[in-house]
């Protein structure tokens, strides 16, 4: 019995889905000359800016090719679904954002982008280009924090990207980009719960099992397993939980500002991310810190999965005015 | 018995076969401790290098098929398989550079370049639960069979076997399933199943 | 076994939700004073503009409550889940739009809201408030040509809701807006296919049955059975079964002009909304028809359904100019 | 006998007793030929309609319990029900304005008067396979039975009930279900099916 999805052969799905992205925002985006899997934003590489390349595999949407546009990423590497790009789209993406400054690749913390990316950075420096790395690290479930650096990435490269693109959009040099997008890493943390399974478009099998009454906290976006599976609680006992730890991690102080995103994994309805939200609100304010802003929505999805996620990035005053600056991406806008 | 860059293509098309038969039985495997796409990768890689090679001459060397299968490879798949795969397919050819046969003496010499490609690029020690823990043990039976090629293979597919059985009880402290703790404990790593696959049919194929 | 839901009791969900928008979107929202379920923009009603009220039930989102703000809705009321809001959110929110130029009332064509709203006109009468309505009836699998004026109003709602907001926002005439409206209304049309049931909070049990292989072509946004039903097709056969039928209705000459929706039900990955992407754009070259412009995701849901519609809205230099025109909602922007 | 208004409040518990019984049975059955949720609207309304009623003296005339039941129903429900009982029973309460105890006589009258609320407002026609299709046959029942309130209620329920189950025969021209033509039939109409329940208890309670 294959799961049910709207789509043509499985192996095309990836290719598919970017022509369908081109034509519904070819204003905002194209594809590299070098390599289709290659995303570029229209508006947004420039001479003497750091070019910002995100990526890695596909089934997150928007996450990652959603984020390109001015103000934000320059370029996405698009691999198949949950596998990294190889490195020639990341070094297509390096060659048609370089203005002269640098180029910054940031993406969340797996084996394969690590190593993907590394080899198209040593081809990069082979032409002379610099390119520095910054590796997403927000899921607080996915190690100690003994362990911080080992963690993935997760929803929170949602803030982190967003950051450092727009210290890139004020053009601060590739140190200072670089700078800004590990503070930002290291002051965003996220938490997550898993209500289902999700399935890869070639195999149409659902890729791991979860009982009808069994949820699983810090489930990975690729279905990694987290920290511990039970059963299913309510909205406020299960934002309890996550808002918990992400406090722990936070070590915020009362009058602090934090940015919020409640993140649907797919399939779980804006009803419940709301619901949520009301939750997370209350904790925050009883925590004595302010929300400067809050999105709510699917902004890194695992593809079917039904579940969701909250990220809290912890404020000052640069942060703040880097998540407040505009951006105009294929998916995501700030006005 | 000499082998050719035409038995390197040939088995390679095996490999090839081998893997879009297990794709599912992989990702089901990946699916328990990591993100359940490792049949898809390494289904779609090797496609991609039989396809690649089917380009090549009958008379290509040996080192031109490795380097050639490398790179389709990694184009192709990208993951974690993609760079430590092509960086063991490069290292191979690298090994048998120049050769335009392949002597007996050559199946430990490309199973090692293999292993220390593999390790190279992805800085993973023997008992971390991953490939390596059939490509070490493979390139040690290699290493030690000294008999013709086909024997030298054999002697390593079934260390990669042996190799790959034993990841049920490590625990993973390194890739996807490391975050797992003792939660990888129990479970093949299916990277090192695919491995001893994949050195099965060397061993089947060039003989 | 009960559905798996993020909520707390099922009969607080839509009130617990609301709690969380508000808090998510409170620059843009508040709720009325006279009513907790009447939502109003904060910086739309204005005197001498016509008051646009909008509203159904819940399950929604981001309709309805999604589209109020500047330059769309001025005012959502909000029913339980799939069911119409009772008079009194209704004539709440009359009562905080009106801006002395009158009110328009729109809403999907189903009986419970007819009842409902035309109830809250005839109160908003007795305070002489001047309310029209029109209905929004372009889901074409809901009936056959000669009864258009019983169809449902589905996701095309989000095209005419924004056009009658645009001419609003104008400051045109009630009688002008009513005009765009209606024409808006006539020009739009949606077809849909589900995947998948979806689930009440209430119930947490599955609201129909469809086979593990099975889709259903035409079903309603509150699972009421559509068309057809048969094995699940390949996304470019869905596609095309979609667009024949909206081919046929629309009535387009080669060279006219579209707006494009390609919405997501709930559990449906925006992978599989540009798959589809992909090919709508592929019918509409071939049948000359110019993309004007183009929205994908999940505008119009129905809880944690999957499957997906197709909206096309056939443009004329007026209803272009009106899509064009920025808005700025909550959950949607046009910029 | 005499049915007074706390008789009527009495009868009100019932009917949303039985109503969040049947809850998960009526939205079944909608399901079925519509959206899924007519339980819920129907134990929703009269668990609101019981709350409010609790709030009424126990010398609350019947108008006034009426009136005040369909004020609650309506701001509970909306939906399709919503507005076709709040109307029904402002009828109801209309029907027997200005009297303390209803008498025999009134209890035709009474459910005439629902039916002429939910005609009214809803303008469907019996046979569109609607709630009407209960409400209608129970009316003409009561009108013709003739007897104590208690015998007169009894015909119309048996004649609600007759009526709901002969839904299950006919196409559906009204409401959501009217779209699906001939796939509705057999399925009975859940608003029907309320009916007759909430007909019944009456039934039971007011003897
Ligand atoms: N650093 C590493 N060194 C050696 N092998 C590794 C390393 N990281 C991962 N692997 C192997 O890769 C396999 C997973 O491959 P695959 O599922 O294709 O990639 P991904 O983890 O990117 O989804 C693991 O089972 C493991 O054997
Ligand atoms: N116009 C109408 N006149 C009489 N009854 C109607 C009418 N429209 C709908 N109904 C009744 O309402 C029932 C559905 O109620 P419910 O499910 O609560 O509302 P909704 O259709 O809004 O979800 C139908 O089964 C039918 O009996
Ligand atoms: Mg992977
Ligand atoms: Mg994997
Ligand atoms: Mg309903
Ligand atoms: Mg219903």
Redesign the interface.
Known sequence: ??T??????G?D??D??????L???GDVLRAADASPRAIVARDGPRPGKVGLVIGG???H??TFV?FVGRGLADAAAI??????????PALACVQEVDGGAGVLFMYGN???DV??FD?AAEMAAMEDIVVRTVLTTDDVA??PPDAKE?R?GVAGNFFIFKAAGAAADEMMSLEEVERVARHANVRTHTMG?A??PCS????R?W??DLG??E?EIGM?I????GIARGP?K???A?VDEMMDRIFDEMGAARGDRVAVL?NGL?????????????RV?ARLVRAGLT?HA?????YC?S??M???SVTCMHLDDELARLIDRPC?CA?F?V? | MAVTGADLIGAFAAIAAKMAAERDALCALDGEIGDGDHGIGMALGFGAVREALAELGDDAAPTEVLNTAARAFLSAVGASTGPLYATALMRAGAAVKGKDVLADGDAAALIAAMAEGIAHRGKAAPGQKTMLDAWVPAAAAAEAADGSFAEVLAAAAAAAEAGAEATAEMQATMGRAARLGERSLGHRDPGAVSAAMLIGVLAETLR
Chains 1, 3 share one sequence.
């Open positions: 019995m294959r049910k999805k709207i789509i043509n052969a192996e799905a990836v598919e889905m970017l022509d369908g992205i034509l519904a925002h595999g596909s089934g949407e928007p959603g691999g198949n679904v949950f596998a990294s790009p190889p490195p020639d797996y084996a394969g190593m993907n080899m996915s190690a080992t993935r719960v209500l289902s890869l478009p070639q195999t099998r890729n791991f009808p009454e949820m990975g690729h279905g990694e397993p299913l309510p909205a406020d299960i409640v797919g399939a779980t309805p804006l009803m419940e991310l709301y619901i949520m939200n009301r609100q929300t809050t999105w709510v929505g699917n999805t593809l079917e039904a579940g969701a105009h998916m806008r006005v």
